[in-house]
């Protein structure tokens, strides 16, 4: 008898756009919809402080713990996907970002707002942003870079509209209402999800485990995961560099508001400074998708000396003050520039770190590793604040973060080449599909080298014939 046979996603060629183009849609509504959100819950921070009467540090939390959920969960969210796709898992993270906000218009306490907002919506974010940002790098080669810039001017649109609207929203409706209201516009990622249409083929793996048959539910755990990732030094480096970016990048969303409320300026002016910089966001985002194809630099060059600017333009934010609100806003708008330019960088490098087979389950680990720093960031910021009066500290140690991730990206290796290295999937070093085989589906077939850096994937008639035979 043949065993029963799972099916195990493994993607084809990318066609370079076609159907590609409405993914690339679906990752522009849902970019804005989750970090367009992300950046301007600073609206609500001011309103919470007042509300709850808790410090700066604790309504911090909010943010973080929701930033750290998208990333806590998102290698849960790629595994999900290997199994059963990227449309379900996608659907199932839009509602569940649109349930945290709705429970959150509810809530009694910041404990609420905690499991709400930072819980609930944040898994669902998970579920909606990587899945996302995979599918579209699987029906691009060549114009990657460009088409992911696209998807996430979301973001930069997002944070222009965003901001002045949830202020009105608050006046007009509470913070309660105003929280429903986001939870309404959140389910719209649903409808997303529903147009990702992934390009896979699907290969039989043996799925009843028995004896030495042809998986094991560890082998099988750790391919849905990608966990050898882990012991790569140059997968753990670009983590480690991320995540240092983590920590700094989303503390002017938390905090600018608050920050030009402190120094004197109205309600409007201080949303407009997030709405300005949303502006900025999206040129900075498609002059970096631009750039890149054009192949002048490498990636992860540009990737290096966007974060720099980033960091050196956080360090001149509180400086900005001392020009009065045009100072605040040209400082503003430069940290949105370099902000903008620098996020689809950081994806588009991964399939150069390690590949496109690994790439899906690469970008789950990745967000995995970095919610250290979105967990820690904000808080920390929000005590800075809460110690010296003033945010002063916050955005310079924001700055340092992004200065030391620049650092950490320039030790990776092959960095100060001109050219791209080899790709992982040519890596050095193969193994002798002997062990596999004789492990897992021993029929004294002729042997081949298959890389470390490729998934075992054994053929189907393979395997029949094995469990036949057994």
């Known amino acids: 008898m043949v065993k029963p046979q799972s099916q195990k996603q493994v993607v084809g060629s990318a066609p370079e756009g076609g159907w590609g183009w409405v993914v690339v849609g679906a990752l522009f509504v849902e970019s804005a919809l989750v970090f367009g959100i992300i950046r301007s819950l600073g609206v609500f921070f001011v309103e919470f402080v007042q509300h709850f009467d808790e410090s ?26 290997n199994m059963y796709g990227t449309r379900p898992v996608v659907m199932i993270g839009g509602f569940l970002s649109g349930l945290g906000f709705i429970l959150a218009s509810q809530a009694t306490s910041l404990t609420h707002l905690y499991l709400t907002m930072g819980l609930i919506s944040g898994a669902g974010w998970a579920f909606v942003f990587t899945p996302t940002v995979a599918a579209v790098m699987q029906y691009f080669t060549r114009r990657r870079s460009l088409a992911m810039a696209l998807g996430f001017t979301g973001v930069g649109l997002s944070s222009f509209a965003f901001s002045p609207l949830f202020q009105l929203l608050v006046e007009v409706y509470a913070w309660r209402g105003a929280l429903l209201i986001l939870g309404g516009l959140s389910l719209n990622m649903v409808a997303c999800g529903a147009l990702i249409r992934p390009i896979t083929a699907t290969k039989a793996v043996e799925k009843t485990l028995k004896g030495s048959s042809c998986s094991t539910l560890l082998t099988r755990i750790s391919v849905y995961f990608e966990l050898p990732l882990l012991l790569q030094r140059p997968f753990l480096t670009y983590s480690l560099a991320i995540t240092f970016f983590n920590a700094g990048y989303f503390v002017p969303y938390v905090h600018l508001v608050a920050h030009s409320r402190h120094a004197g300026f109205s309600e409007y002016q201080a949303a407009f400074v997030i709405s300005a910089t949303g502006v900025t966001d999206i040129v900075g985002r498609v002059l970096s998708g631009w750039l890149s194809d054009l192949g002048r630099l490498r990636l992860i060059h540009m990737l290096s000396l966007w974060t720099l600017l980033l960091g050196l333009f956080l360090l001149a934010l509180p400086l900005g003050t001392l020009g009065g609100y045009l100072g605040l806003l040209a400082a503003s708008l430069a940290q949105g520039l370099c902000a903008g330019a620098m996020t689809p960088l950081v994806f588009a490098v991964v399939p150069e770190i390690v590949g496109m087979e690994r790439m899906l389950g690469a970008l789950g680990l990745l967000q995995l590793i970095e919610s250290v720093g979105g967990l820690l960031g904000a808080p920390l910021s929000g005590w800075l604040k809460d110690t010296t009066g003033s945010y002063s500290a916050s955005f310079a140690v924001a700055g340092c973060f992004l200065l030391l991730g620049s650092a950490v990206t320039a030790t990776l290796p092959g960095f100060c080449s001109c050219t791209s290295p080899k790709s992982p999937d040519d890596a050095e070093g193969a193994l002798p599909s002997k062990e596999l085989s004789q492990e897992s589906c021993p ?13 075992p994937i054994l053929a189907p008639d393979h395997c029949a014939e094995t469990s036949e035979d057994q």
């Open 56 to 81: 700066a540090q604790a309504v911090s939390w909010i943010t973080s713990i929701g930033v750290a959920m998208q990333q806590l969960f998102s290698p849960l969210a790629t595994a999900l996907c």
């Open 443 to 455: 029929d004294k077939q002729s042997l081949t080298l298959i890389p470390l850096s490729e998934k």
